[in-house]
């Protein structure tokens, strides 16, 4: 027979796109694409940002859709508004990667601007200049708002359309140039003009090498690149839409805006392209604003690849003010925000009392049906005052023929990790390892989404994870009113677990020491208990642990009125005046360690002073000595992850 078995490759840019002889293309470097955060009781907010997006299509014909960020407002403000291009060399990336939506929400959160991020058509299937009509017809609907008879309410209720800028990184920038260059020529719906451009490292190229670039013509990456995007470009690599200043391009003096900032990155390959454009635009006669912003360490977009950096934040910093100052008058309440606390890589609380958390996991929808496990999933708000949820997973069951002899297994109430400030029962880390853990435990497990501090300090997690064992403990009450089908229909309630990770893990212990003294809804019992590397602390190290760490900075951040500070029993069990571990409520406990994770002795310590404590219950110690925090979260795959995976499902189903 003809070949069927495998495609023959047409055109490949190594590591970055494969063209197959039917036309497929392989984009290898593609981040996944991840949903928008739609807008959700404050609680619920996810990100914690307070940013909220949306997708919506702008056309149909051809289908072109973007992401719209709405950052955190008071009453009806109106801000400034930001349509976006990402980059890609034209071929890759999406406005709805992973990579992007957490670059624009983080950005909104810290410009706090509207962003309108363009998922245009891509080559080599939509060769330029299909791109560059795509992200002008989504300026010109961005514009079209302006007499508020359009319909998309973000804009409208709070887009300054005095305030349109337009921005872009790499092949973005190159757009954002050419849409600039458009402007200056074609009017915007409405007589709408462009306030400001944004170049951050722009793709430009040309026949002859700029600075420090040595390779020319055809072998250069940039030619093979722009005869993939662009094959037929009249001028070949000099056509003005990437060479602006190439036989016959319009004088760059017509660019439609009342300024433009360029920004570079010292060890960027386009660096000296990205300085040779504005040194263009300098001497052009054009009479705007124009800047030059460098980061003379950084590589190439690092905004996007190292968002938690000093230099992102600089950047962003510097973009913030661009976008809220020039050519309006503004209160300084609307400027760059100045951040109050910082956990580097983890957290940044803003003097406007907004938070960002850059290692944040983007958001999974839940799945009745999970293609890889066959686990199903659901939300529920078990809380209203205040609001909190949880994520139920449901493993697949065997059916009975008869409603009363359904399959009735253990129950397990899951405490999320995150040093009780970040991290999220709707995560996609979460969503995955749950769907893994329920597939190989055959366990109904109950996630709670609690309330995360600074915005709720302790104990209001405690609270939101009591909460949710009480919620699920009234179940067994066969009468219940709006009951969770999942629960009655097959949880066995004399198998009520609980179970957290790090921060979960902690938690955990402390729920289980009030279930020791307060009776949970009718009369249900928790069975076990199991601590993942459980975070705790004291006012002086144990095992080898540093005299100086991070935990009293946690600590104060996440409790600041904390009696007794880092000594008060819900972080120190064995603190003066804490109540005794043999009051621990339930009936076995597993504390699971790993021997190169900085909390290993303190999760030795916490069974060590449970095994003294004179506690009636079942106790065990489960190491992995090769192994790092959570990593059963973070390699779901490992053979450790199977190995303690199994350990857990038989203490679940003994």
Known sequence: ????????????????????????????????????SPIVPPTLDYPQSGVSSKDVIISHNPTIAARIYLPKLKHQSKVPILVYFHGGGFFFESAFSQLYHAHCKSFASQTNAIIVSVEYRLAPEHPLPACYHDCWDVLKWVASHSTKTEKESWLIQHGDFNKIFIGGDSAGAN???????RAGSEALPNGVKISGAIIVHPFFHSSSPVGSETVTGEEHLSHVVWNLVY????????????????PGAPSLAELGCSKIIVCVAGKDTLRDRG?????????????????????????HVYHLFRPESQNAYKFIKRLASFLQDANHSLSTTAMAKDIVTEMPTYIRVFSDGTVERPRQAPFAPPSLDDPQTGISSKDVVFSLNPTV?????????????????????????????GRFFYESAFSQLYHNHFNTFVSQTNVIVVSVDYRLAPEHPLPACYHDCWAALQWVASHSAKNLTNAEPWLIQHGDFNRIFIGGDSAGGNIVHNIAMRAGTEALPCDAKIIGAFLSHPYFGSSYPVGSEPE?????????????????????????????????LALLGCSKIIVCVAGKDMLRDRGVWYYEAVKKSGWQGELELFEEVEEQHVYHIYHPESENTTKLIKRLASFLLQ
């Open 275 to 299: 300085v040779w454009y504005y040194e263009a635009v300098e001497t052009s006669g054009w009479q705007g604003k124009l800047e030059l912003f460098e980061e003379k360490e950084a590589g």
């Open 548 to 580: 100086v760490n991070t935990l009293n900075a946690v600590w104060n951040l996440v409790y600041p009125s904390a009696p007794g500070g880092i000594d008060n029993p819900m972080i120190n069990p064995v603190a003066p005046g804490a109540p005794s």
């Open 1 to 36: 027979m003809a070949s069927l078995n495998s495609k023959e490759m047409v055109t490949e840019i190594p590591t970055w796109i494969r063209v197959f002889s039917d036309g497929t293309v392989q984009r290898p470097r593609n981040f996944p694409i991840v949903p928008p």
């Open 389 to 417: 949820s949880a994520r139920l997973y449901l493993p697949k069951l065997t059916k009975f023929s008869h409603q009363d002899q359904r399959q009735k297994i253990p129950i397990l109430v899951y405490c999320h990790g």
């Open 231 to 246: 094959p037929f470009a009249p001028g070949g690599v000099d056509n003005p839409l990437f060479n602006p200043v190439g």
């Open 175 to 181: 757009i954002a140039h050419n849409m600039a260059m």
